[in-house]
């Protein structure tokens, strides 16, 4: 990203002087154009706009649409960006072509905060009763989700009205409706879940 000064002590942790330091500078690649961040950053922390993808895992039981208990994400996430990832194109078997590297995120706007390095498919929502017969659709975008009480992640989306763009691990890019099936997007999240991507996205 041409930022050869920004250099990051990883035996440190965030809060330490020197990489508070790195954390505040603004890298204007990160920021889409269309963002509407303050214009006066909060602790003067560096904006981003874009997620890794983490993947899909499950929070919701299909069948009774009740939460999962206890559920966390899974010790080796089915995308492509988690903790101390090393993701290779051979591990991407659901192709390159059909699975999400980076996505827009309008939440959690800073690059060197921990929590907002990716961003998941998820499935929660509102639920009904435990004996209610209703299709529920999940809500893909815009809004944060979380795991835990101190485990936060956020969602993918963007402050275009109706789409959200995307890069793909083969290198292109490509404007995701937000209206697009739930499915295909759990589909297009994961690296090696063996779905059949059958239709154009």
Same mark, same amino acid.
């Given at each position: 990203?041409?930022?050869? *000064?920004?250099?990051?002590?990883?035996?440190? *942790?965030?809060?330490?002087?020197?990489?508070?330091?790195?954390?505040?500078?603004?890298?204007?690649?990160?920021?889409?154009?269309?963002?509407?961040?303050?214009?006066?950053?909060?602790?003067?922390?560096?904006?981003?706009?874009?997620?890794?993808?983490?993947?899909?895992?499950?929070?919701?039981?299909?069948? #009774?649409?009740?939460?999962?208990?206890?559920?966390?994400?899974?010790?080796?996430?089915?995308?492509?960006?988690?903790q101390n990832s090393q993701v290779?194109?051979?591990?991407?078997?659901?192709?390159? $072509?059909?699975t999400f590297l980076f996505g827009?995120?309008?939440?959690?706007? =800073?690059?060197?905060?921990?929590?907002?390095?990716?961003?998941?498919?998820?499935?929660?929502?509102?639920?009904?009763?435990?004996?209610?017969?209703? $299709?529920i659709t999940p809500i893909n975008?815009?809004?944060?989700?979380?795991?835990?009480?101190?485990?936060?992640?956020?969602?993918?989306?963007?402050?275009?009205?109706?789409?959200?763009?995307?890069?793909?691990?083969?290198?292109?890019?490509? #404007?995701?409706?937000?209206?697009?099936?739930?499915?295909?997007?759990? =589909?297009?999240? #994961?690296?090696?879940?063996?779905?059949?991507? #059958?239709?154009?996205?």
């Open positions: 990203m041409d930022q050869g *000064t920004v250099v990051l002590d990883f035996n440190k *942790t965030r809060n330490d002087p020197y990489n508070w330091k790195m954390i505040q500078v603004a890298i204007e690649s990160y920021v889409c154009p269309s963002a509407s961040y303050p214009s006066a950053r909060p602790e003067n922390l560096g904006y981003a706009s874009y997620r890794g993808n983490l993947g899909w895992h499950a929070t919701v039981d299909p069948v #009774t649409h009740q939460q999962l208990p206890g559920q966390t994400l899974p010790g080796v996430p089915n995308g492509i960006f988690y290779n194109l051979r591990d991407v078997t659901d192709g390159t $072509t059909q827009e995120s309008q939440l959690g706007p =800073y690059w060197g905060d921990c929590a907002s390095c990716c961003s998941y498919a998820n499935d929660e929502h509102p639920l009904p009763a435990a004996n209610a017969r209703i $299709t975008f815009d809004l944060p989700h979380w795991r835990t009480a101190n485990n936060k992640y956020y969602s993918f989306g963007s402050f275009h009205s109706d789409v959200v763009n995307f890069t793909i691990v083969d290198g292109s890019v490509h #404007t995701i409706a937000k209206n697009i099936d739930s499915a295909m997007f759990r =589909y297009l999240c #994961t690296r090696n879940g063996r779905e059949a991507i #059958t239709i154009s996205f």
